[in-house]
């Protein structure tokens, strides 16, 4: 007998609406969906997903900056297939190559080689979890700087670092952490412009530890790029500058690489490169494991060895999620996807330039990268947030068969970050199915 594919196994199983309904009946509420229709997907191939229908979507989102060398990669499969059978689980209280190799082969990769000791989780969550806990071990400080319009996850600490209030749900309170203004060049929280602001938001870090902390403090966290912010890209110089403050106030520096780690920016490993900055912890996830859950904080030998006494992650480590993260940077480098990112990336990013020309929607476009955002506007004098007109192209793209994200502290920014190994055939179809869409949702009500 013929088998039957395994998709329409899967339909066979649950129509459509049964899902959406059994999703909307058994799981939280606070489980929300893109679009006024939830979208079911059924299956995934390389730049593609599809819907129970078979439609295609061509996905320049990849399941949130996490499909990182494209849908069910087939080496990266093949690998967790082989693992699977091999070796499951059995925690990190034992021994196990693939921990240890996906670990050796992440200290090969790090910033001047600087960063060798990795401690694996399940989440990006988690890693942030683990970062400060690192920090307040190696310094004995528990004081903490985070960034305004920032996103750290979804634990009460990593809430409490958030910047946004939208994501800080369930009262997030947690004593000790402060939040200094950030690099948002398009909306200056002190009203100037770069470069004749010197960079004004770094130096005031300096006034913020003088004035809202003890004097003393753990750690500075942030994202290279703030990516729940909506891809918000400090100037070159602010990195530099707010290490150097935060370490004479005896505290180290976080990059929050969940987003912005692996090549994604292009030609680098990690986001933070671009800034000339060695950080004294790196956490990531998302594009690590192209899918497979897997969280990682990666310190330098110093910080690592601060965190002393127990403490243990059940599935941190875990053979399979290792295999995968491990066949996922091999790909990166087999593929040579950091010069992708960088030569694709900017590619994408003038066809966004393009369309910015176009559509005056569009205030601001930035990024780096295959990370790139679009800021929409009522009009460019005044800057109004256009969140309305973000949530309308968002409708539009998907009726037009394209997936974007939506993002900002307002909801008027939209993120584009496509698998690192598409090509600019890809790009080209993205832009004239965005193109088409802002044409229906903006400039078909009259805006
Ligand atoms: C920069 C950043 N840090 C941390 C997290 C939390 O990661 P996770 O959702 O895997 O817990 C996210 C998630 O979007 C993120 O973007």
């Given at each position: 007998?013929?088998?039957?594919?395994?998709?329409?196994?899967?339909l066979?199983?649950?129509?459509?609406?049964?899902?959406?309904?059994?999703?909307?009946?058994?799981?939280?509420?606070?489980?929300?969906?893109?679009?006024?229709?939830?979208?079911?997907?059924?299956?995934?191939?390389?730049?593609?997903?599809?819907?129970?229908?078979?439609?295609?979507?061509?996905?320049?989102?990849?399941g949130?900056?996490?499909?990182?060398?494209?849908h069910?990669?087939?080496?990266?499969?093949?690998?967790?297939?082989?693992?699977?059978?091999?070796?499951?689980?059995?925690?990190?209280?034992?021994?196990?190559?693939?921990q240890?190799?996906l670990?050796?082969k992440?200290?090969?990769?790090t910033?001047?080689?600087?960063?060798?000791r990795?401690?694996?989780?399940?989440?990006?969550?988690?890693?942030?979890?683990?970062?400060?806990?690192?920090?307040?071990?190696?310094?004995?400080s528990?004081?903490?700087?985070?960034?305004?319009?920032?996103?750290?996850?979804?634990?009460?600490?990593?809430?409490?670092?958030t910047?946004q209030?939208?994501?800080?749900?369930?009262?997030?309170?947690?004593?000790?952490?402060?939040?200094?203004?950030?690099?948002?060049?398009?909306?200056?929280?002190?009203g100037?412009?770069?470069?004749?602001?010197?960079?004004?938001?770094?130096?005031?870090?300096?006034?913020?530890?003088?004035t809202?902390?003890?004097?003393?403090?753990?750690?500075?966290?942030?994202?290279?790029?703030?990516?729940?912010?909506?891809?918000?890209?400090p100037?070159?110089?602010?990195?530099?500058?707010?290490?150097?403050?935060?370490r004479?106030?005896?505290?180290?520096?976080?990059?929050?690489?969940?987003?912005?780690?692996?090549?994604?920016?292009?030609?680098?490993w990690?986001?933070?490169?671009?800034?000339?900055?060695?950080?004294?912890?790196?956490?990531s996830?998302?594009?690590l494991?192209?899918?497979?859950?897997?969280?990682?904080t990666?310190?330098?030998?110093?910080?690592?060895?601060?965190?002393?006494?127990?403490?243990?992650s059940?599935?941190g480590?875990?053979?399979?999620a290792?295999?995968?993260?491990?066949a996922?940077?091999?790909?990166?480098?087999?593929?040579?996807?950091?010069?992708?990112?960088?030569?694709?990336?900017?590619?994408?990013?003038g066809?966004?330039?393009?369309?910015r020309?176009?559509?005056?929607?569009?205030?601001?476009?930035?990024?780096?990268?295959?990370?790139?955002?679009?800021?929409?506007?009522?009009?460019?004098?005044?800057k109004?947030?256009?969140?309305?007109?973000?949530?309308?192209?968002?409708?539009?793209?998907?009726?037009?068969?394209?997936?974007?994200?939506?993002?900002?502290t307002?909801?008027?920014?939209?993120?584009?970050?496509?698998?690192?190994?598409?090509?600019?055939?890809?790009?080209?179809?993205f832009?004239r199915?965005?193109?088409?869409?802002?044409?229906?949702?903006?400039?078909?009500?009259?805006?």
């Amino acid at each position: 007998m013929r088998l039957l594919p395994r998709v329409t196994l899967i339909l066979f199983a649950m129509q459509t609406d049964e899902i959406v309904l059994a999703s909307q009946q058994y799981l939280f509420p606070a489980v929300f969906h893109y679009y006024r229709e939830p979208l079911v997907i059924t299956r995934a191939k390389n730049q593609f997903v599809y819907d129970p229908d078979g439609r295609a979507y061509l996905d320049f989102f990849g399941g949130i900056l996490t499909i990182s060398v494209g849908h069910c990669n087939e080496r990266v499969n093949r690998a967790i297939h082989q693992q699977v059978d091999r070796l499951q689980h059995v925690s990190t209280v034992f021994v196990t190559e693939p921990q240890a190799a996906l670990a050796k082969k992440i200290a090969g990769v790090t910033p001047q080689g600087r960063l060798t000791r990795s401690f694996f989780t399940n989440s990006g969550t988690e890693a942030n979890e683990t970062a400060i806990l690192a920090a307040r071990c190696y310094t004995g400080s528990s004081e903490i700087i985070a960034l305004r319009h920032s996103y750290h996850g979804r634990s009460a600490m990593t809430m409490a670092l958030t910047g946004q209030s939208s994501w800080r749900i369930g009262g997030a309170v947690q004593p000790g952490i402060v939040h200094a203004h950030n690099a948002y060049c398009y909306r200056c929280p002190f009203g100037l412009t770069y470069p004749n602001c010197e960079v004004r938001c770094a130096r005031d870090i300096r006034e913020l530890i003088r004035t809202a902390t003890s004097g003393r403090v753990a750690a500075f966290i942030a994202e290279p790029i703030q990516g729940v912010g909506g891809f918000i890209t400090p100037p070159k110089e602010y990195f530099a500058i707010v290490t150097e403050i935060v370490r004479e106030a005896g505290g180290i520096f976080i990059s929050d690489e969940v987003q912005t780690a692996w090549g994604r920016t292009g030609g680098k490993w990690f986001g933070i490169e671009h800034y000339g900055v060695t950080p004294d912890v790196i956490t990531s996830a998302k594009g690590l494991g192209n899918g497979t859950p897997i969280g990682v904080t990666i310190a330098t030998p110093e910080v690592a060895a601060g965190v002393t006494g127990l403490t243990l992650s059940t599935f941190g480590g875990n053979p399979v999620a290792t295999t995968a993260a491990k066949a996922v940077l091999e790909f990166i480098e087999e593929e040579n996807l950091l010069a992708n990112a960088a030569e694709t990336g900017a590619y994408l990013r003038g066809k966004l330039e393009e369309l910015r020309a176009k559509h005056a929607v569009i205030g601001d476009v930035r990024g780096m990268g295959l990370m790139q955002s679009l800021e929409l506007v009522e009009d460019r004098q005044s800057k109004a947030p256009a969140a309305a007109a973000a949530a309308e192209l968002m409708e539009a793209a998907r009726r037009n068969g394209l997936l974007i994200g939506k993002a900002g502290t307002y909801g008027n920014c939209i993120r584009i970050s496509p698998p690192m190994n598409i090509g600019k055939a890809d790009v080209d179809e993205f832009a004239r199915l965005l193109d088409r869409s802002l044409e229906e949702c903006v400039n078909g009500t009259g805006r």
